[in-house]
């Protein structure tokens, strides 16, 4: 229950913080004065950066134990994040933004590898879906959330929002997650 619990947290604030840049972000600049032309464009080249953070995951994902790597690549999310939501410099946008699409798209599969490895064999299948269904039920209230927080706090509050969502990722799994890299699943997930 308490990996349940945890991996369930992880993966809604995970799901926030992922889809509450990608998502937001073009229709963010735009409230702030961008051109739909440039943001767009912003966006496009931000979205080169999903090949190399999955092949960055890969790189990693066997060398080094996943669950610190998960911790840190959540915690400079947030950083980037942030930073991209403070600044109106078109490089420094780009830059950030490249930044958080690279680190998005590592965190992914490296959490889609150690989510299954919690639990034991028979019901590993079912648990994984549970918690990342779970996740994918925030992103539908999360859409109200960032759309109440922007209209009544404003552009920076979004991003506030979002890489507190990753902070509290990166919290979770350095607090509850166990070491998996290497290790055998039956010592990992005792039935």
């Not at 979002?162 to 350095?174: E, M, N, R, Y």
Request: glycine share 8%; aromatic share 14%.
């Amino acid at each position: 229950r308490r990996r349940t619990l945890a991996l369930s947290a992880i993966w809604i604030l995970q799901t926030v913080g992922f889809f509450g840049f990608a998502s937001w972000v073009p229709t963010l600049l735009v409230k702030e004065g961008i051109t739909l032309e440039h943001s767009l464009t912003y966006a496009a080249l931000i979205s080169l950066g999903s090949p190399m953070g999955a092949l960055l995951a890969a790189y990693v994902a066997d060398r080094f134990e996943r669950k610190f790597i998960i911790f840190t690549v959540a915690l400079a999310i947030a950083l980037f994040g942030l930073l991209y939501g403070l600044t109106f410099i078109p490089a420094l946008i780009v830059l950030f933004g490249l930044a958080v699409g690279v680190l998005l798209h590592a965190l992914a599969p490296l959490l889609y590898t150690c989510t299954p490895e919690q639990f034991p064999t028979d019901m590993r299948g079912s648990a994984a879906g549970f918690t990342y269904g779970l996740g994918r039920l925030a992103n539908v209230a999360n859409a109200f959330v960032i759309a109440a927080i922007f209209l009544q706090l404003g552009y920076v509050a979004v991003f506030v929002y979002i890489a507190g969502a990753w902070v509290l990722t990166a919290a979770l799994v350095l607090a509850f997650g166990p070491r998996t890299t290497g290790r055998r699943l039956e010592l990992v997930s005792p039935v």
